[in-house]
């Protein structure tokens, strides 16, 4: 027993975390979550492609200011709780340890999932489309074979685990390596997004249809390719033009997923300088610096590569692959560009492909350090090593997960697309509850906060958390409008993956975050065994 009686229900009274992160860190973690690199992919790859009467420009506009509620609860109760773990903390001592641990539990499944599919990203998006090309703008028959192996699925298995090897040693060296290398790199994502900008801005189209035409040639070997392109596409049944209000409310997912994920700094709250406003005031200023520099790229492509070449270039490699070259948005901006500018484009944007690997890690193996913390899970995931701070074993077993995440995605055609995320939006479903709840269940520590702001009487935490569940079932509904989205209420439902799968994975995604409970319950009743009620550390704030 130590001051105050704490130790018997806390591992111990400090983290040995170490508050390091300022605020431009935090920032670039949430906007690698948010990423908007893929925002594009998926809405080129998806949207354009499968639902080309739907308006993009509208599709990502919306999708920020539905998301802008769910980053201020996350905002608002990271400085209120400014401690690691996220939804965890907040969740379990407003609501109830039970729901702070499986709404947890859920997401860090997910996210690790997640960080696996980040790993398969890098290689299919970031390095095969620069390799591509390089062997085209240089002639390199092994360059072009490289960028074909690194997009197949061995390939692109070995390279995303490699990948995930050296940012675990990274993050179990330091925090701050990972941090630095990240932050780095995603200047000059963003450089190499601007450069592309420029590039298609500066372009006609009818240079640019030359020059695709060129590179389309070399790669497939076939002339005229962008009207070899819209014609393949035509005939495997893409029809270009028009535009219909539900095409848009549906392909919304596509791009609106990613705004809704600008939360990765409350994950690691017991490292963020000054909590109170650097949380709060980082997670909508990614939201909002994503969604115009989305929409500053979808006005460059759509003035110089066209709506219609997107949306074709995306369905022929949905549809049939084969018969696709499978450019994404970056290779066909770099097309754009000089064999120099065009590269330095495509090293940037390879950032956005394994943004999520540095971010996810850094995360959520946070919360594996606050359940361990709050005795919830074994003792050993909450050590931090005394020298370079970092909680090793719990980075090494998020690792772990983490590979499974990849060879899932990598080989198991049902998680072969976005299948957790409505899993995860019942994470943020939760937590919007949460932050409604938050002034009148914990009336006293509410009143103490930062953010215990009221309009007329009435909390403003409450009303942004009625929003963002308002947000976050408009999202569910799109999600659920999209027989490609993966996930579905209708059991004959067929994504591509085989009919009544995306059925299937609708009760995985249920099934996940409904274990949480019974792992929280199994735990309680383990270590009530070993005569400690952990229902003791829910009653105040973790340590620091």
Request: contains cysteine; proline residues 4%.
């Amino acid at each position: 027993m130590t001051e105050n009686g704490k130790q018997a229900y806390f591992t111990r009274q400090a983290t040995g975390l170490v508050r390091q992160i300022g605020a431009f860190d935090s920032f670039v973690y949430n906007q690698s979550y948010i990423n908007v690199g893929m925002i594009l992919l998926y809405a080129f790859l998806f949207g354009a492609a499968l639902y080309p009467a739907g308006s993009l420009w509208l599709a990502i506009a919306l999708g920020a200011l539905i998301a802008v509620p769910t980053a201020l609860v996350h905002g608002m109760l990271a400085a209120a709780f400014p401690r690691s773990g996220g939804e965890y903390v907040y969740n379990s001592r407003i609501l109830s340890p039970a729901w702070g641990f499986a709404s947890n539990w859920n997401i860090t499944l997910w996210l690790f999932f997640y960080m696996g599919v980040g790993c398969n990203w890098f290689s299919v998006y970031g390095l095969s489309p620069l390799f591509r090309f390089l062997g085209t703008r240089t002639d390199s028959t092994s360059l072009l074979q490289l960028s074909g192996w690194v997009a197949g699925k061995h390939g692109a298995f070995i390279i995303g685990t490699l990948t995930l090897v050296i940012v675990t040693a990274l993050y179990c060296r330091k925090m701050m390596l990972a941090v630095r290398l990240q932050r780095a790199w995603f200047i000059l994502g963003v450089i190499g997004l601007l450069i592309i900008v420029a590039a298609l801005t500066f372009t006609s189209k009818a240079d640019y249809t030359s020059a695709y035409n060129g590179y389309y040639e070399k790669v497939m070997g076939v002339p005229d390719g962008y009207s070899a392109t819209l014609a393949k596409a035509k005939e495997l049944g893409f029809v270009a033009g028009g535009f219909a209000l539900l095409a848009t409310f549906i392909a919304l997912y596509w791009p609106a997923n990613f705004f809704f994920w600008g939360n990765a700094s409350t994950y690691l709250g017991g490292e963020v300088r000054h909590a109170s406003k650097t949380q709060l005031y980082s997670m909508p200023a990614a939201v909002i610096f994503s969604c115009l520099l989305a929409i500053v790229a979808l006005a460059a492509f759509g003035k110089t590569v066209g709506k219609e070449l997107i949306g074709a270039v995306g369905y022929t490699a949905l549809i049939s692959p084969l018969d696709s070259p499978g450019f994404i948005y970056s290779e066909l901006g770099a097309i754009a560009c000089g064999t120099f500018f065009g590269t330095i484009a495509l090293i940037g944007c390879a950032y956005w492909a394994v943004a999520f690997v540095f971010s996810v890690l850094g995360a959520m193996t946070r919360n594996l350090l606050a359940w361990s913390l709050d005795r919830v899970m074994p003792d050993g995931l909450s050590a931090v090593h005394d020298r370079f701070h970092t909680p090793i074993a719990a980075i090494v077993i998020g690792a772990i997960a983490c590979e499974v995440g990849l060879f899932l995605f990598t080989y198991v055609p049902a998680f072969a697309v976005m299948v957790g995320i409505f899993g995860a939006y019942l994470t943020f479903m939760t937590t919007s509850i949460s932050a409604a709840l938050f002034p009148f269940r914990k009336k006293d520590l509410f009143d103490l906060s930062p953010v215990n702001w009221r309009i007329g009487g009435f909390p403003v935490i409450t009303l942004v958390g009625l929003l963002s569940f308002l947000g976050l079932l408009v999202l569910d509904l799109s999600v659920f409008s999209d027989p490609y989205s993966g996930v579905s209420i209708n059991p004959a439902t067929d994504a591509g993956t085989g009919a009544g799968v995306p059925f299937r994975m609708f009760w995985i995604n249920l099934g996940v975050f409904l274990s949480g409970f019974a792992v929280y319950f199994a735990a309680k009743s383990i270590r009530k065994a070993q005569g400690t009620d952990i229902s003791l550390a829910f009653k105040e704030i973790p340590p620091e």
